[in-house]
């Protein structure tokens, strides 16, 4: 039904592209460039007085706007539909395939169909595809990325990269474009679509943004749990979801329920069931974060300030440690550390109540969660808040999407005329989330990806520390908190070197 109205209201407004095309080709001889009104169900305005963005022909459904609309952009300098003149652009990454896989839902064959309108409509063609290696080394979607800023390149290409130190070296060396002179003009950047996620705010520097991501941020850390091995402890696993839905959901709650799960089953004198598994990193991490806390922060001046000794930060690292690591994880880790994903098995073993990991394990059909033959019976929820925070958080780590700087500015303006189409929702599906089409044949319920996954896309916290040169978080940090370890030395040692990262990437900034 929605494919069949999707249709419509894509036939309505190629209706409308030439009612335009006609209105201009009126023979009173003006010149005047102001986008001229259609008749019909179809309208052309003028750009708003605030600058949001330029005109749109508006081709609404005959049963209202329910099912949404199909929108024809006016070009404020011509008065015309934009025109991209053939041009052939490529937003460049490092997994994507050349040719997308074919649908298997109904948003998904809507999105395909919305975006050959929009190819046809303005005249380009678009495709996502695997560029360059990841990371920043030779043969690289980094390196190839320099190239393109240094040395210029011929082809359309809308860049994908690491959320990383390398990015931000890029944007110190002037290499990347600022994106805030098309604002108004071809893209509203007060739009929720660039704004939501928090990536311009992270690379804004002096007014000038460089990096950006259109949409949503992807699903990130939170908390798995094996509602078997719950109900086993005579715990009803919804009462977690219940805890999330009424803000009740807190370190204390997680800790009373895995005071109920660890035990001893078989009366050996050994714990057979633990309260909890994870990558130890990782969860440390969140035990800051979903305290309020993080290694570094943005000042009101977009100044780096280092907030590692704060007290949320201490806090949270104290409960990751002297808490759940020490009393409620099943350590099973080897020296050489060369057995880390075991957590893996022992969480669908049944050994472990819980497990913090990523989103992405249960995306279907490639992430290891989604595919497991054993059909274990699992959930999936934020990260428990701590006593400083407000609300639920996750972690974000998008890779960001930048034009080089050796673009003039007409083909940048043109580049993310074709993004912003080519990312506004699809007519009949505003606010849709498709992601979530994954995550249900992934996940083993519906609580998990309606109300949990909701949440990760609009509360995530960025490490900031994470496009910091010279900031270590893994080797002196990270890998020296395990079982039994002294949190203040660790974080006192480290305090002196991250300053001084921290003072010298903001030099590098004129900060």
Known sequence: MKRKMLSRLMAASLAAIMTVGMAGCGDNGSSDSSAPSGS??????????SGSSDASVDASSEEGGEE????????????????????????????????????????????LEYQQWLQDTYNFKMVQKTYAGWGWGEGSIGEAF????????????????TNSAATAADVNQGLMYDITKLDGDVIDLSASKWVDNGEMENWTVNGAVYGFVPGR???????????TVLKDAGIDPETIYDMQANGTWTWDAWVDIMKQVQRDTNNDGQIDVYGCVQNNGGMVQMCYRSNGGNLVSKDENGKYILTADSDAVKDGLHFAIDTVTNQYFLNYGNEDGSNWEEYKERFMNGEAAFMFDDAYCAYYPNGWLSIDERNVDFGYVMFPKGPNATDYVTNVSNNVYALPASYDDEKARKLMFALDVWTDDVPGYAGYYGLKDQLYQGMRDTRSVDETIEMMSTRGVYDINSIIPNFNVNDDFLYQLGVGADVDAILEQNLAAWQTAVDEFNASLGL
């Open 68 to 111: 949404g609309a199909a929108t024809v952009r006016i070009d404020p300098k011509t008065g015309e539909p934009f025109d991209l003149g053939g041009m052939e652009i490529i937003i460049a990454d490092w997994w994507s395939p050349e040719t997308p896989d074919e649908p298997t839902t109904d948003f998904g064959e809507a999105q």
């Open 217 to 227: 941020s992807e699903p990130r850390g939170g908390l798995y749990f094996n509602k």
């Open 40 to 49: 019909g169900s179809s309208d052309a305005s003028t750009p708003s007085e």
């Open 146 to 161: 320099v190239q393109a800023a240094t040395s210029g390149t011929d082809q359309n290409i809308i860049w994908v990269l």
